[in-house]
Nanobody, 117 residues
Framework: QVQLVESGGGLVQPGGSLRLSCAAS????????MGWYRQGPGKERELVVT???????NVADSVKGRFTISRDNAKTAVYLQMNSLKPEDTAVYYC???????????WGQGTQVTVSS
């Protein structure tokens, strides 16, 4: 069984920064993609950014140039550095782990990010 634990959400003023972390445990296959999705109030869940075990990233246009994803050498943790935050970034952020060969998906419990003055 795979578990994802997120941390780092909170309240920040517009223009501020936050860093989210996600740690995966359990049976982790080496060929995978990890990343972040978010769901704002009254909206559907959407991609923020993902990174494969080979280092390929997929970044939503709305966060390009502001958000950066990174992962540890063991490929079991990802980090999301969020800069120049805007009120429209307010959402619950979910960590995701996908095994490429089996297409199995795992989700974290979500962490709230609120951007407000």
């Amino acid at each position: 069984q795979v578990q994802l634990v997120e941390s780092g959400g909170g309240l920040v003023q517009p223009g501020g920064s936050l860093r989210l972390s996600c740690a995966a445990s359990g049976r982790i296959f080496s060929i995978n993609a990890m990343g972040w999705y978010r769901q704002g109030p009254g909206k559907e869940r959407e991609l923020v950014v993902t990174i494969t075990s080979g280092g390929i990233t997929n970044v939503a246009d709305s966060v390009k140039g502001r958000f950066t994803i990174s992962r540890d050498n063991a490929k079991t943790a990802v980090y999301l550095q969020m800069n120049s935050l805007k009120p429209e970034d307010t959402a619950v952020y979910y960590c995701n782990l996908k095994f490429i060969r089996t297409n199995d998906d795992y989700w974290g419990q979500g962490t709230q990010v609120t951007v407000s003055s």
